[in-house]
């Protein structure tokens, strides 16, 4: 039982879960509470979480369990070091030391403890990375990132990171590594810009892993053991560790082979990467991600399907499962041949969505329902069945059955949208039917269609002369003689319009009637403005106050054009 929980627990801290790691250790020790190498275990957790109270505590009571093994006091050192008890930590690291001369990780551990020692006694400025490299505290961070975990499987990585651990003044020296650089800002809790060459994850595969650099032949390469990754691994746990460390590497060789468009290589080193470890999903997104570039929407589906099985199995980031629904919905949208093919693809759109709200995602969404709507109109367009409709509508306008004509005009429309006919004789049902809003929309939909069709400007100017907005009803009827000069129609139209006018300027409407004009004129917006203008203002008072210069305010054509309106809505009255 003590096996078992240690083993969840050693599995947990690989993955970087510490406070879970804690939990399984803490079961083992209730179990074997002699055992020295779960306090060890859980000492190098809790310095993980930077709990250096707890670790020492731990610490100590591996070394009281077994005096003689060496990497008891590696793990008190850690311990001292994170509470910046730098002698404390050298006398252990020498302890250490003296059962086993050999041990790297306790003679990088003297040499930081050391080398903090000395910065805390120093008097000059330290450097302003410095803290960052500071003791064990730097490999728990490297190791409780997902990305920073695996560069430390990289000996050159490691052995840099070494180097400006003993000397910070060294990073600039390995500035240029984009490794060094993301671990720093893992360190300094800092976003760094992605290095050219990087990519959307919708696009292409994710490269989480950068390749490793190069390293002179001539150059000793030592493969330390770094601080706190020191855990007893069972036979299975090393033999799991190394098949996932061949996935990676696979990973990152179909990557490479995806950026060179070179997609047969790329499929065969993520189907190699699936074999080595099934427990992550990002292998399957990555080649459905190349199956996709390469056409073959199929497989690519089929691949995400099992992704997201797998990934619910495994409880794996919601991310991941919302990036895998999103390809399979961008394959499902290239398949499409008729706006129904589209309803799968948007579906599983809105499924990634509840998983994550991604701006990507939710583009194509919004694409794959406008490309739906638009092969909707597509495959319902039929100018013969418009025409037939409209006759029909046209029969029930005759007979003054509205309702029933607004049908079939309706109908028209969805049949052919390009019809200004259609649009002009709805709106004249919705006129008649007092449903004005509507019947303007409409009057205007018609002239957008066909600017020089008349009908639409008297439709229009009906809906508006109804709406008692005599001004803007005068407007229209005027736009359209320019179109038609002799339509007698739109000619009436004007006649009506300066008549209500003149009506408001002779003084012949009631106090009711033009209480109610002025009312609604003051819900103008345009009218709103004119009286808000300041110019204005001090012409109306001219108007009362000073009539010379009120005349001289009648020439300028913008202000007369301004006054009138105020005329046609009844605000003001010229006697």
């Known amino acids: 039982m003590a096996e078992e929980a240690k083993a969840k627990g050693n599995a947990a801290f690989s993955s970087g879960d510490f406070q879970v790691a804690i939990r399984h250790f803490t079961e083992a020790i209730n179990l074997a509470p002699t055992n020295h190498v779960l306090y060890s275990n859980r000492s190098a957790s809790y310095a993980s979480l930077n709990q250096f109270e707890s670790a020492l505590t731990d610490a100590k009571k591996t070394v009281e369990l077994k005096p003689d093994w060496s990497k008891g006091y590696s793990r008190l050192g850690a311990a001292h070091l994170g509470l910046h008890q730098y002698q404390d930590a050298i006398a252990a690291y020498k302890k250490g030391l003296e059962i086993d001369p050999s041990n790297e990780a306790l003679k990088s551990g003297l040499a930081d403890a050391q080398a903090s020692a000395s910065r805390s006694r120093a008097a000059t400025a330290p450097n302003p990375f410095g803290d960052a490299f500071h003791g064990p505290e730097m490999w728990a961070k490297l190791t409780a990132d997902p990305t920073t975990r695996l560069f430390?499987?990289?000996?050159?990585?490691?052995?840099?990171?070494?180097?400006?651990?003993?000397?910070?003044?060294?990073?600039?020296?390995?500035?240029?590594?984009?490794?060094?650089?993301?671990?720093?800002?893992?360190?300094?809790?800092?976003?760094?810009?992605?290095?050219?060459?990087?990519?959307?994850?919708?696009?292409?595969?994710?490269?989480?892993?950068?390749?490793?650099?190069?390293?002179?032949?001539?150059?000793?390469?030592?493969?330390?053991?770094?601080?706190?990754?020191?855990?007893?691994?069972?036979?299975?746990?090393?033999?799991?560790?190394?098949?996932?460390?061949?996935?990676?590497?696979?990973?990152?060789?179909?990557?490479?082979?995806?950026?060179?468009?070179?997609f047969e290589t790329a499929i065969s080193h993520y189907s190699k990467a699936m074999e080595f470890d099934d427990e992550d999903i990002s292998y399957l997104t990555n080649r459905a991600a190349v199956y996709l570039e390469m056409g073959k929407y199929e497989e690519c589906i089929k691949d995400c399907d099992q992704a997201v099985e797998r990934g619910r199995e495994l409880r794996s980031d919601f991310k991941m499962i919302a990036r895998a629904?999103?390809?399979?919905?961008?394959?499902?949208?290239?398949?499409a041949k008729c706006s129904k093919d589209y309803e799968p693809a948007i579906e599983t759109f809105q499924k990634a969505l509840t998983e994550h709200r991604n701006p990507d995602t939710l583009k194509r969404l919004n694409d794959a329902e406008r490309a739906k709507k638009e092969l909707e109109q597509q495959e319902y367009f039929d100018p013969h069945v418009a025409d037939e409709e409209r006759e029909k509508g046209n029969e029930y306008f005759k007979e003054q059955d509205y309702p029933e004509a607004i049908?079939?005009?309706?109908?028209?429309?969805?049949?052919?949208?390009?019809?200004?006919?259609?649009?002009?004789?709805?709106?004249?049902?919705?006129?008649?039917?007092?449903?004005?809003?509507?019947?303007?929309?409409?009057?205007?939909?018609?002239?957008?269609?066909?600017?020089?069709?008349?009908?639409?400007?008297?439709?229009?100017?009906?809906?508006?002369?109804?709406?008692?907005?005599?001004?803007?009803?005068?407007?229209?009827?005027?736009?359209?003689?320019?179109?038609?000069?002799?339509?007698?129609?739109?000619?009436?139209?004007?006649?009506?319009?300066?008549?209500?006018?003149?009506?408001?300027?002779?003084?012949?409407?009631?106090?009711?009637?033009?209480?109610?004009?002025?009312?609604?004129?003051?819900?103008?917006?345009?009218?709103?403005?004119?009286?808000?203008?300041?110019?204005?203002?001090?012409?109306?008072?001219?108007?009362?106050?000073?009539?010379?210069?009120?005349?001289?305010?009648?020439?300028?054509?913008?202000?007369?054009?301004?006054?009138?309106?105020?005329?046609?809505?009844?605000?003001?009255?010229?006697?």
Not at 325 to 335: Q, S
Not at 484 to 491: C, I, K, M, T, V
């Open 152 to 262: 430390l499987q990289q000996p050159d990585f490691v052995k840099a990171m070494q180097d400006i651990q003993k000397n910070p003044n060294k990073l600039n020296e390995y500035l240029k590594d984009q490794r060094v650089m993301q671990a720093l800002g893992v360190l300094l809790n800092v976003k760094f810009k992605a290095h050219p060459g990087s990519s959307e994850d919708t696009d292409m595969p994710e490269a989480e892993t950068p390749p490793p650099q190069p390293a002179k032949e001539d150059r000793k390469r030592p493969e330390p053991e770094p601080e706190p990754e020191l855990m007893e691994l069972s036979e299975e746990e090393k033999e799991k560790k190394e098949r996932k460390e061949k996935a990676q590497k696979e990973k990152e060789a179909g990557n490479a082979a995806y950026k060179k468009k070179d």
């Open 325 to 335: 629904l999103t390809r399979k919905g961008t394959a499902l949208v290239k398949m």
């Open 407 to 575: 049908k079939h005009y309706t109908e028209a429309i969805r049949r052919n949208p390009k019809d200004p006919k259609a649009y002009s004789n709805r709106a004249a049902c919705y006129t008649k039917l007092g449903a004005l809003p509507e019947g303007l929309k409409d009057a205007e939909k018609c002239i957008e269609l066909d600017p020089t069709f008349s009908k639409g400007y008297n439709r229009k100017g009906a809906v508006q002369f109804f709406m008692k907005e005599y001004d803007k009803a005068l407007e229209t009827y005027q736009e359209g003689l320019k179109h038609d000069p002799n339509n007698q129609e739109l000619l009436d139209g004007v006649r009506r319009c300066v008549d209500q006018i003149n009506k408001a300027n002779r003084g012949d409407l009631t106090p009711e009637e033009l209480k109610e004009r002025q009312a609604k004129a003051m819900q103008d917006p345009e009218i709103q403005n004119i009286l808000s203008d300041p110019v204005m203002r001090q012409v109306l008072i001219d108007f009362q106050e000073n009539p010379k210069s009120a005349q001289e305010h009648m020439k300028n054509p913008m202000v007369m054009n301004k006054i009138q309106k105020l005329v046609a809505a009844g605000i003001v009255q010229l006697r």
